[in-house]
């Protein structure tokens, strides 16, 4: 989230796309029935009539996987009846910026494409730059080659009639949502999307959150109170797992994980520390050489020195995709001896589980790390396999629930909170950190006692959380990072004197010399002298926009909404007097409310002023993108499996993705589209819920919704069994037949869906058929997250 | 030959019926086991929609008017001083006796706690019909109790409280009347309660009255019906000509009572009458078999010496209340669209012994006991009276000595 | 039943707006939570949506009823939470024999099990249906919704108005009336003009803002009357009744005896007069 849950109740449209918030984010209806209260208007569009729906005010079905389509078709409504927020969009996105001679789009494509390799050339895509090296730009926005103006023609095809063809649609109601929305384009109203799986699991993903950040811009909605783009994150703490790096291409900070060629420290830095020549820029990833080198310092301590590249070497250099499709391929092929799944069920929670759980059978050793026994830990004894055929020796480790332990969880608004343990953990199981830690002593000791090849990245890396039960606020204090020598430092006027051990209190401390240290550069600030920021509790709200600067911590730097430079005009005064997030007092030189994106005077102040969108090199908010693999402006793709040809263009799917095997666009065989979602009552691959009786009761067993028209044609009545068939599997389930799900006319022709939550399986309480038996492995371009959203299936009723 | 043995002969001695009855209340005892052994929801076909069956509908709602023969006949009699009746009383207040009896064990079995029954009387709620019912049962068990012992003393020739007894006779006719007017019409106040539930050919704010009026009507009826299955079953001697008495007592109050339920339907209903056919139907065979017909007949002359014709009416009378019982407890309550309640073996079972058990003791009661014998001496019982002619007596005694 | 002297205005009252009801379930197992209740067997759905279980039971205090229909073309997707109504003049307590039922001046109708005799009529009189039976048991005792009494009393609000992040307002009765009465007027479209709950069964300590129609959402149609006051109206005259008849019949048995009383005297006059005559005559003779 830019934004936070709270600020949710500021805003005059909420607009969600792609989530279900009334489902699977229950709680975030206490602030969105707040705003409603207040005269905001709720907009849904989603597929299904959900129970986020039921509360809106304003409700359109969409096909899956067409949200491209219908968001292209907003950002033309807005560009062509000029209902942007002109200031904003001139001054902090980069419509202003000249785009080079070379990039160009004909019919779905972009310019400079290699059908080989599937992928383009991004630099053909760069700013056209000046002779001082920076973007020419045309304030006026006439320029044809300005991006305002790329923009405006790239979406000049999506008009609402194209549009509501692609997305099934109704045009009326399509043409209340985009007129509430854009009606927010104005400097004094707020709008705010929410998203989630609907939006990023597709194989355009990326581009369709693209597709938000963009329209949000140009209705001047980023960094404001009430608006911003605002993904609502999945497992309790997977905002904390991201932000601490757990994807294989990140670092903690979102620093890149080291490429093979990033040969040596200095190699790395040059490759991914951007660059400008724009004084006005902050572009703070210029100090990723500071945070990579306190990284490494708090990973190696002392063994880490300049001399030794700070251990650099020690990193893991990657090449290529390691994603989850990836790792399954290669170990349904052999190539991995053994799996640690720690929180996770990967034998339910990918794609075509049939191959996922063939592949556990391919390993060694299999240990799982768990409150239960999952489908993964009982895949060798699951339905219709002889438990003889397989080899894979499984270790089922007890974990302690989160209930069990102390740490802090990191909420979808980037608030770390610290939570304490309520009970003890029941029987043997241990908390996750006692597990790792026990791994790093034995592994540690072993590497000691039998050496083998390489074993320095281990034994030679500061590990110290105690003894016996590892202590989670040195952990935190870690994160935070030390002062590794005495240290002073002139802030503006006064000079700060810090001792070795002393915590840094900001970021823009570290230091690329090996003088500090930083677990995680974005959480610098959560552990100071001051103690334990993530657990304070103060309800105070000196802004009475909810923002609560002393409840918890937000990284970064305790801001409670980024990009808030945005959301002043270039003196510094608040777009929106009703709502000010920040405002600059002229007199006392300094910015008043939420933290400010970074300390500087607003942007017009001749030496200090900085642009608001430091986290890139130009400091401008991309409406063209450059580091995309797939274009920089979304363009609308089919989904891998779709029930129509593309009707904007001949190209049928996202050219960045390659064409899977198990795929299969046969509509006499499979005339239905499937989509995969959440309902309140479970959990993800049920293991959590699934084994509680006051929830299986609410939701006992694995059902599919359809409509009543695709009822009728099957002879398929509520309640009866049915089957459903991809090219990839088929399952069985109970149908829900309802209103609630309609045909959606694409191009003219009715096109039905078959809507299934993907909870079930065959472990715990509650056993059923696993939607994912059925769904695709193929993925977003960008990020290879599954298209578990839009596929294509059959549907029959089970004659008993 | 031993106890049991004379027992064994004596029942080898009964007739079939007799027999086919103690298999009955053999099968009810063994249900109502079994009701406790495996708790109501399993053993019944109650639950949280119907939480009243057969049981309530009529072990109690139903059975207690059907008792009323012993206050009704009790009033007539001793009240109203028809000396004449007072051979119906005695059946009656057996009648009675066994009726109440079983209502309470008809209502023990209901009950889900019945080891608690007693708290009735620890903790009053003097806003619960329920309570003013229970309280009335357990209060008239005990009289008819009494009215009870009154045969058994004879029997047994235990004078004193035979003598103790007599004198009772009019108090307690007096306080079973008024008690009964209570509970029975109470019994109606029960389903105002159920003022969206019970449908509004049935609700109204008279249904008390109603209750009453029909009970003693009923009642009456009850005494005419057992009277002639008894001359005609047990050799009893014909009362029909008493009988002839009450049957000009009914009709008054049945016009009475139709004329309540006109009024209340025409004024006093809250809901549609015609929009649920069944219950229509069923309305109109209680009001038309169970009143309208038995009125007609009772205002003829002819019942006067008709045993047929009297016998028929009672039946009909009695036909009209239970269904009425029911419908008020039972099948006016159901509501559109839910399933419908039928009573589950065990219960019915369990109702057919209480039936049974009534009949038999009856019988037996009658075989051992002075119920039918006319009193040996035919003289109003109250102590002025008797005072009055036992010093007159020894006046003469004196006189005699004198002589 | 103890309500005579309750200050209804003050007794703690949940409103529930289903207009903010997500369907979310929180607070039907919030409360199978606080009072241990064991889970359902069910399955599929017992009703529209996703509804379960099939109806409020022993082990069910509160449940939330989905609607999934069509209106002009129009999806209706509602839901709205059943459980007892805290009746201000509760029938199950006025018709509960050993008065084992009470409505407390917090405003919860709570139930003393150790009285309770197990004669459903409870059952019968509850216009809403709440309380349920034991029936799996032998000597089963009444369930239902206790009003989290235990939690009221030490100042917490009720597990499933806790557990609720939308939907369910606490507080005393005039206040979350006024609250009602405010949102009515600030959005007459949001709102189907009527609170449930106001008037019905004499007014409860539960009140209901919808937005489609009550009927269509199946809330019952009540009396508006108190209950009790349907059964007093009879039971008010009990002692009277009863003296009354007692009276009457004591006077006309008095004079009846005393009629036949006289005709007897005369009789026995007549017979003894007879006889003093024959002894005088013996006397004569002697
Ligand atoms: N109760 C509960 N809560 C949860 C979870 C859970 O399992 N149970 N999971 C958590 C996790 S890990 C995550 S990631 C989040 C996910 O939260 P959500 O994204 O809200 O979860 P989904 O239900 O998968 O998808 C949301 C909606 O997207 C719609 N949809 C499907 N296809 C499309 C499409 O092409 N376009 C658009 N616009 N919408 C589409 C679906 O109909 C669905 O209603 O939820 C979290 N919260
Ligand atoms: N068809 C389809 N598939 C999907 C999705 C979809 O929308 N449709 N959504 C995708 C998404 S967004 C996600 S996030 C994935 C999730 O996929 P998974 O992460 O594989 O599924 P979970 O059930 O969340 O697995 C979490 C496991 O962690 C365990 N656990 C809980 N707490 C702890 C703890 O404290 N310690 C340890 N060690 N274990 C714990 C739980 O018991 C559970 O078994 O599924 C993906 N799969
Ligand atoms: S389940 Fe937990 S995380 Fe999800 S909404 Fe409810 S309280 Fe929040
Ligand atoms: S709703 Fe029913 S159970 Fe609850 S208080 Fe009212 S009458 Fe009693
Ligand atoms: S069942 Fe229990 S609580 Fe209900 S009325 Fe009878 S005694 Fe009272
Ligand atoms: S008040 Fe308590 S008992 Fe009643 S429904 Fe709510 S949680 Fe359950
Ligand atoms: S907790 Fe609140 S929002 Fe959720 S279902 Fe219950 S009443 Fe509705
Ligand atoms: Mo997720």
Same mark, same amino acid.
């Given at each position: 989230m830019t934004n936070h849950w709270i600020d949710l109740k500021n805003s005059d449209c909420i607009f969600i796309i792609g989530c279900n918030p009334a489902e699977n984010h229950p709680i975030s209806f206490k602030w969105i029935e707040q705003a409603v209260d207040n005269g905001g208007k709720l907009i849904v569009v989603d597929p299904r009539y959900t129970r986020s729906a039921s509360k809106s005010d304003i409700y359109a079905q969409l096909r899956p996987g067409t949200d491209i389509a219908f968001l292209g078709g907003m950002i033309n409504y807005a560009l062509q009846h000029d209902l942007i927020h002109r200031e904003y969009v001139r001054d902090y996105t980069n419509a202003a910026f000249i785009v080079n001679e070379k990039f160009d789009f004909k019919d779905g494509m972009f310019c400079s494409f290699d059908d080989k390799e599937k992928s383009y050339d991004l630099k053909s895509w760069a700013y056209a730059n000046d002779a001082a090296g920076n973007p020419r730009r045309d304030e006026s926005l006439k320029d044809p080659r300005c991006v305002y103006q790329l923009l405006k023609k790239h979406y000049s095809r999506y008009d609402v009639d194209t549009v509501c063809q692609i997305t099934g649609t109704p045009k009326d109601a399509y043409l209340k949502v985009v007129q509430a929305f854009c009606a927010t384009g104005r400097a004094d109203k707020a709008g705010t999307i929410l998203y989630a799986m609907g939006i990023t699991q597709s194989t355009h993903g990326t581009q369709n959150v693209r597709a938000v950040a963009m329209l949000q811009m140009l209705l001047g909605n980023i960094g404001i109170a009430g608006g911003g783009v605002n993904a609502l994150r999945g497992e309790s703490n997977v905002q904390g797992s991201t932000d601490y790096g757990l994807l294989f291409h990140l670092l903690p900070g979102y620093l890149k994980s080291p490429e093979f /060629?990033?040969?040596d420290l200095k190699a790395y830095n040059e490759k991914w520390t951007p660059k400008t020549k /724009?004084?006005?820029?902050?572009?703070?990833?210029?100090n990723t050489p500071k945070y990579i080198t306190s990284l490494l310092k708090s990973w190696y301590g002392e063994n880490a020195t300049k001399e030794n590249d700070f251990c650099y070497s020690y990193l893991p250099k990657r090449s290529g995709n390691y994603g989850y499709s990836k790792i399954i391929e290669k170990m349904k092929g052999g190539g991995i001896e053994g799996l640690v799944c720690m929180g996770m069920n990967p034998a339910m929670g990918g794609p075509d589980s049939n191959t996922a759980r063939e592949a556990l059978g391919k390993l060694k050793w299999l240990v799982t790390v768990d409150l239960w026994e999952t489908e993964t830990s009982i895949f060798w004894k699951r339905?219709?396999?002889?438990?003889?055929e397989i080899q894979t020796e499984v270790f089922m480790l007890p974990a302690a629930s989160s209930v069990e332990k102390e740490g802090s969880i990191s909420n979808s608004g980037r608030w770390a909170q610290w939570r304490y343990k309520a009970v003890e953990p029941v029987g043997e199981a241990k908390s996750d950190m006692w597990i790792i830690d026990q791994f790093y002593k034995r592994i540690n000791a072993l590497y000691k006692k039998e050496k083998g090849a390489f074993p320095e990245p281990i034994t030679k890396m500061a590990w110290g959380y105690g003894n016996e039960e590892p202590e989670p606020t040195l952990v935190a204090k870690e994160i935070n990072g030390y002062f590794l020598k005495d240290t002073t430092i002139k802030d503006k006027d006064k000079t700060l004197e810090f001792k070795a051990g002393d915590p840094v209190p900001m970021f823009k401390f570290l230091a690329d010399d090996g003088s500090t240290s930083s677990g995680c550069w974005i959480y610098t600030g959560s552990f100071t002298k001051d103690g334990n920021q993530m657990a304070r509790r103060d309800q105070s709200d000196p802004t009475g926009l909810g923002l609560f600067p002393k409840w918890a911590w937000a990284w970064p730097v305790n801001r409670r909404i980024i990009y808030n430079r945005a959301s002043v005009d270039k003196e510094g005064a608040p777009f929106n007097a009703k709502r000010p997030v920040i405002a600059w007092n002229a007199l006392e030189k300094k910015w008043q409310g939420d933290v400010p994106d970074g300390p500087w005077p607003p942007m017009n102040d001749a030496k200090e002023g900085k642009y608001p969108f430091i986290m890139l090199p130009e400091g401008h908010g991309r409406l063209y993108a450059l580091d995309l693999k797939d274009g920089p402006f979304p363009e609308h793709y089919e989904p891998m499996e779709s029930p129509t040809r593309n009707l904007l263009s001949n190209v049928q799917n996202n050219p960045a993705v390659a064409v899977p095997k198990n795929v299969s666009r046969d509509l006499d065989k499979y005339p239905f589209i499937g989509t995969t979602y959440r309902m309140t009552e479970h959990w993800q691959t049920g293991s959590m819920t699934r084994s509680l009786p006051w929830l299986v009761e609410l939701v006992p067993d694995m059902f599919v919704e359809i409509s009543e028209t695709l009822a009728k044609k099957k002879g398929i009545a509520k309640g009866d069994k049915v089957r459903v068939h991809t090219e990839r599997g088929s399952i069985e389930a109970v149908a829900l037949v309802t209103a609630r799900l309609k045909p959606l006319s694409v191009a003219g022709k009715q096109v039905e869906q078959i809507g299934m939550p993907w909870h079930f399986g065959y472990s715990g309480l509650a056993k059923g058929d696993s939607a994912n038996l059925l769904t695709p492995t193929v993925g977003c371009a960008n990020t290879g997250i599954p298209e578990f959203k839009a596929f294509l299936c059959d549907i029959e009723k089970r004659r008993a | 030959m031993t106890a049991a043995k004379l027992v064994l002969n004596e029942i080898k001695g009964y007739h079939r019926f007799l027999k086919f009855m103690m298999v009955l209340v053999g099968l009810g005892a063994l249900a109502s086991l079994v009701r406790f052994i495996f708790g109501l929801g399993v053993t019944t076909?109650?639950?949280?929609?119907?939480?009243?069956g057969l049981w309530i509908s009529f072990d109690v709602v139903t059975a207690v008017p059907l008792a009323a023969g012993a206050f009704t006949i009790g009033i007539v009699a001793h009240i109203f001083h028809i000396k004449k009746l007072e051979p119906l009383v005695r059946p009656a207040i057996v009648t009675g006796f066994l009726g109440y009896s079983l209502v309470c064990v008809g209502l023990l079995l209901d009950l889900g706690q019945p080891q608690r029954g007693i708290n009735v009387l620890r903790y009053w709620n003097i806003h619960s019909p329920m309570f003013e019912v229970s309280m009335c049962v357990m209060a008239y068990t005990t009289v008819l109790t009494l009215e009870f012992l009154h045969p058994v003393a004879e029997k047994f020739g235990w004078h004193l409280p035979l003598r103790l007894l007599r004198t009772l006779e009019l108090p307690f006719a007096i306080l079973a009347a008024m008690i009964s007017t209570l509970h029975q019409s109470t019994l109606g106040t029960f389903f105002l309660i159920a003022v969206d539930k019970l449908h509004a050919l049935w609700y109204n704010p008279l249904l008390p009255l109603q209750f009453w009026l029909s009970a003693i009507f009923t009642g009456l009826s009850i005494v005419i019906f057992e009277a002639s299955l008894v001359h005609k079953y047990m050799g009893q001697p014909d009362e029909s000509d008493l009988l002839a008495t009450l049957t000009r007592i009914i009709p008054w109050v049945m016009a009475l009572y139709l004329g309540v339920k006109a009024y209340a339907l025409a004024f006093l209903t809250h809901g549609p009458l015609f929009d649920r056919p069944v219950l229509l139907a069923l309305f109109l065979v209680e009001i038309c078999a169970g009143v309208l017909i038995p009125f007609g007949m009772f205002i003829t002359k002819k019942i006067k010496s008709d045993k047929r014709m009297q016998l028929r009416a009672a039946s009909l009378v009695i036909f009209g209340l239970v269904l009425n019982r029911f419908n008020v407890s039972m099948f006016g309550m159901e509501q559109p669209g839910n399933l419908i309640y039928a009573p589950s073996l065990i219960e019915s079972l369990v109702t057919i012994g209480i039936i049974a058990a009534h009949i038999l003791f009856f019988v037996l009661i009658a075989k051992y006991f002075p119920i039918f014998e006319h009193h040996p001496e035919t003289v109003d019982y109250s102590i002025p009276d008797r005072m009055h002619r036992i010093d007159d007596g020894r006046k003469r005694v004196g006189g005699e000595l004198e002589a | 039943m103890s309500s005579e002297k309750i200050d209804f205005t003050k007794t703690k009252t949940f409103l529930i707006d289903t207009t903010k009801c997500t369907g979310c379930r929180g607070c039907q197992v919030a409360c199978k939570q606080w009072n241990q209740l064991q889970g359902e067997q069910t399955h599929f759905f017992s009703g529209e949506g996703y509804q379960n279980p099939p109806a409020m039971s022993e082990y069910t205090f509160t449940r939330i009823k989905f609607k999934d229909y069509q209106k002009h073309g129009q999806n209706e997707f509602a839901f709205y939470k059943e459980m007892c109504m805290h009746c201000n003049e509760p029938a199950c307590a006025s018709v509960c024999p050993v008065g084992a039922f009470q409505k407390t001046a917090e405003g919860p109708v709570i139930y003393d099990s150790k009285r309770c005799i197990g004669c459903r009529f409870c059952m019968m009189a509850c216009p809403f249906g709440v309380p349920k039976y034991e029936w799996s048991k032998a000597f089963p005792l009444v369930r239902k919704c206790t009003g989290c009494y235990s939690r009221i009393k030490e100042g917490m609000k009720p597990a499933c108005a806790t557990a609720c992040p939308t939907a369910i307002a606490y507080g005393p009765r005039d206040e979350m009336l006024k609250e009602a009465e405010k949102r009515l007027k600030a959005k007459p479209e949001r709102y189907y003009p009527a609170i449930y709950g106001k008037n019905e069964a004499g007014g409860t300590s539960v009140l209901y803002l919808t937005h489609q129609p009550l009927d269509e959402l199946g809330f019952k149609p009540v009396t508006q009357r108190p209950l009790p006051s349907y059964t007093w109206q009879a039971l008010r005259f009990v002692p009277g009744i009863f003296l009354t008849v007692g009276g009457t019949l004591s006077a006309v048995s008095w004079f009846q005896q005393r009629k036949d009383r006289i005709r007897a005297e005369e009789e026995g006059r007549t017979a003894s007069g007879h006889h003093h005559g024959k002894d005088e005559k013996k006397e004569n003779s002697l």
């Open positions: /060629d990033n040969v /724009d004084k006005k820029s902050a572009n703070w990833w210029g339905p219709g396999v002889n438990p003889k | 076909n109650l639950n949280d929609t119907y939480p009243w | -």
